[in-house]
Structure formats: C-alpha cells, structure tokens
Nanobody, 118 residues
C-alpha cells in the first residue's frame, strides 16, 4: 500500500502562482512514476505532469511552459510549481503514484482544490 498526501492548494488570482506538494509513504518501489492529474467540474480527470524515478518528465500541452514538476526521491515527495495560472486551471489536483516489480500498482491521493479567480 502507498499513501499520498497532497498540500498547497488554495485560491489564487489569475496570473498568480501556487506550489503543490505530495508526500508518498508506505511500500514505495525505487522505480516509480509520480505525478499530478486534475479534474475540473463536469470534466474527466486529465494528466497534468508526471516524473519518473529515471528523470523523465511529461506535461500536458495546456501547462507546458507554465508548470514545472520536480521530485525529491529522498523524501518521496513530488512538487508541482504552477505559474501564470488562469481560471481554466481551476480543478481538484490529484497526486498519482505508479510503481512495482513486474506487476505495477497505481495509487491516488485524495486531491487538493486549486481555484483561480479572474
């Protein structure tokens, strides 16, 4: 089992910045992917950014150049630095973990609300 605890969400004005954090605990595999997804009201959950333990990152086109994902493997923590926020970024942001040996396991955090006012 892996537990994911997010923090850092809140209310921010358009053009502002926020930093999300997610701490993973439990049975963490060395080779893993940590990342962030988001779900806006009435929409499906979508990828925001992911980061692998090997150093690769992946971003949704909508956030490229504005969001930066980073991780501290020693602390099993992943961050999402969000800048130039727009109301379209308003959503619940979920931390994601995927790891394993052979069989892969995926876990989700409970989510943190990000609201961007115009």
């Amino acid at each position: 089992q892996v537990q994911l605890v997010e923090s850092g969400g809140g209310l921010v004005q358009a053009g502002g910045s926020l930093r999300l954090s997610c701490v993973a605990s439990g049975s963490i595999f060395t080779i893993n992917t940590l990342g962030w997804y988001r779900q806006a009201p009435g929409k499906q959950r979508e990828l925001v950014a992911t980061s692998t333990s090997g150093g690769s990152t992946n971003y949704a086109d909508s956030v490229k150049g504005r969001f930066t994902i980073s991780r501290d493997n020693a602390k099993n923590t992943v961050y999402l630095q969000m800048s130039s926020l727009t109301p379209e970024d308003t959503a619940v942001y979920y931390c994601y973990y995927r790891g394993g040996l052979g069989r892969m396991y995926s876990y989700w955090g409970q989510g943190t609300q990000v609201t961007v006012s115009s």
